[in-house]
């Protein structure tokens, strides 16, 4: 409660600070300067909606997505705010004529404005098109053949994103042709009995070791349980603080750190290492990066998500305050590596804006030498 509350403090801050500094001080919207009062005290209230929906669902979903937007309007509506106040306050400080100083301004005024609204509109369209594959090649010591990991992270099918969707990823998937898929938590985004046949297309998924998945924090908000049971009999094997020896890999995987707050369905590294093979490398699905901060014992390669890159710029740095790692390969310590991936879908705000979404093709080669 405590934090909604000073988040829903911040957010009316951002607001009024966009008003006074960047909006207000826009010459072509001086005229109708009562109008964009009332816009601004519309989107508080819609914000303040839609942290009471997250608590009370009360709207359908188009209100939903609909007012989540305005989070995202927000936020990089204040961030352009600060640069467009420091660049009048560098441009005041400016001897110029008056007419010259009003025709800076007009520029100013219509750049900014230009670039508010193209990011924006960018962003949105980056959050609901499919995500790009990226490739990334990783050194595994003892790796005795190369292994192809499609990772996918945080989907988040529920509301917005659904069967179409998901199906879009697989077939995206089968064209890499991997050798084991990894989904990395956050895969839905609702209610067991809700999700009907969105996931069905995880059943199309092709390739040679099958799929592997651990839950993320959102399966714990939604039943876990149900959900788990749910996924499993897509045919995807669930890591339940477990591990599957391969050819020539374990695949283990452990629940999400948000067991710790539910006190249900804790993750175990002892218990999910204690079937390894030691002579293969150790590859392990945990979704949020910061559980290699609880880990007392080292695996070759860590596979995450959750921070979604920061999703909206510059957000990411305000996520790297909770989470060690924010996106991409990263070496750990001299043994362990992690990948964090930017996520294929969104929560929330349907815009992702420097924060591209991805389904990541990791390339696992072995190093002799590492």
Partial sequence: MFFTLIFLIAMCFMNFYSYKFFVSKIAFLKNHIFSVRIFFILVCILEVLF????????FNSSFYIFSATFLAFSWFLFAISILYHLGSTILNKQKF???RREFVKICLDITFVILFVSFFLKGLFSAIMPPKIKEKNIKIKNLKKDIKIALITDIHIGTFLQKEFLAGIVNDINKTKPDIVAISGD????KADEIGDFLDPLKDIKSKYGVFYVPGNHEYYHGVDAILAKIEGLGVNVLRNDCIELDDINVC???DVSGYRFDYLKPDLKQALSGVNDDKPVVL????PKFVEYMDKDVDLVLSGHTHAGQ???FGLLVLLQQP??????QHNDKMQIYVSSGAGFWGPPVRILAQSEIAVLNLYGDSNA
Wanted: glycine fraction near 6%; proline fraction near 3%.
């Fill in 51 to 58: 942290i009471a929906q997250l608590r009370f669902v009360f």
């Fill in 97 to 99: 004529s008056s007419s």
């Fill in 187 to 190: 895969l839905v985004d609702m």
């Fill in 253 to 255: 995987g452990v629940y």
């Fill in 285 to 288: 699905l945990s979704h949020q």
């Fill in 312 to 314: 909206i710029f510059p």
């Fill in 325 to 330: 790692y924010l996106y991409g390969l990263y």
